[in-house]
């Protein structure tokens, strides 16, 4: 479906897509009120400039939208207020902002660079993500007008105490005096763990105990470990070794039989490692659940 109009009010879309079979799809400086979309197929769509406000994305596919793209002239970037997003993966928010809104067992497995959150809140589980702050600098955008027009990552008012928060991370300097996070925010932020970034991997790496912990965090949060690596510090650098485990699924096995296997294969393997700081345990989960 095209949208042609610049105005949409209180408009439920249901089952609709605004897919182009891979070619981009622009919406700029759309305005949204009170719109619905209910499993809608959003991959294309590159949001321009829009303002959407107290509107629900319902599932759907959203893995492949950018939320946040700025005008060539202007400069506008695209905001979202007072809106509910459920059940639906966010990979490419890009400059955006987002005030007010509400986050429901949403897919955030991505770095948040540039988008910015002020009085949001965060249900359900969260992993494998990074929010980053104001110490990424233009290179990051792509572009210095890009950095110029964004809030550069902030946090303001945010609510994750009803979050399951697993393998998240906060870097460059992002403000957290005003995020509320859950009880065992302070035990998880204790976790040692080293970036993998210096091997192109997109990660952590984590000590024997500090693994073990990780991996009792998706086992609670029921997202299947598919498989990891085995990983040895060595003068300050950490390196691969040849070593690593896998648990494929069984066809005879419910979903929960599975996370509760690949939890005890990865539990095992892990424990059979001396408990030094020489090995480091990095894992691969399934970003489906």
Not at 64 to 79: F, P, Q, Y
Not at 182 to 209: C, M, N, R, T, W
């Amino acid at each position: 479906m095209k949208l042609t109009d610049r105005r949409y009010n209180n408009q439920v879309f249901k089952n609709t897509s605004f897919s182009n079979s891979g070619i981009a799809v622009w919406w700029t400086k759309k305005k949204f009120n009170g719109c619905q979309f209910v499993n809608c197929d959003f991959n294309d769509v590159v949001v321009r400039g829009c303002l959407f406000k107290d509107c629900v994305f319902q599932s759907g596919k959203m893995q492949h939208t950018l939320l946040g793209a700025r005008t060539s002239v202007l400069l506008r970037k695209s905001i979202y207020i007072g809106c509910t997003f459920e059940r639906v993966k966010l990979r490419s928010l890009g400059i955006a902002d987002f005030i007010g809104c509400t986050f429901i067992d949403c897919d955030f497995k991505t770095a948040f660079i540039a988008a910015s959150f002020a009085k949001c809140k965060f249900i359900g589980k969260i992993y494998g993500c990074v929010f980053c702050g104001p110490n990424y600098d233009s290179y990051f955008y792509g572009d210095k007008l890009s950095y110029w027009v964004s809030n550069k990552g902030r946090l303001n008012d945010v609510d994750f105490s009803e979050s399951i928060l697993t393998d998240v991370d906060f870097r460059g300097g992002i403000d957290l005096s005003t995020v509320l996070f859950p009880d065992s925010y302070l035990s998880d932020k204790l976790i040692i763990k080293y970036s993998l970034e210096p091997l192109g991997v997109h990660g952590f790496a984590y000590p024997q105990k500090e693994a073990l912990k990780i991996a009792n965090g998706y086992f609670n949060s029921n997202i299947p470990i598919l498989g990891g690596d085995v990983y040895k510090m060595e003068n300050g650098r950490i390196t691969l070794t040849l070593d690593s485990w896998y648990c494929d699924r069984i066809s005879s096995e419910s979903p929960s039989e599975y996370v509760r296997r690949c939890y005890l294969v990865t539990t095992d393997y892990v424990s059979k490692y001396p408990n030094n700081a020489n090995f480091l345990f990095g894992f691969v989960v399934d970003a489906q659940s």
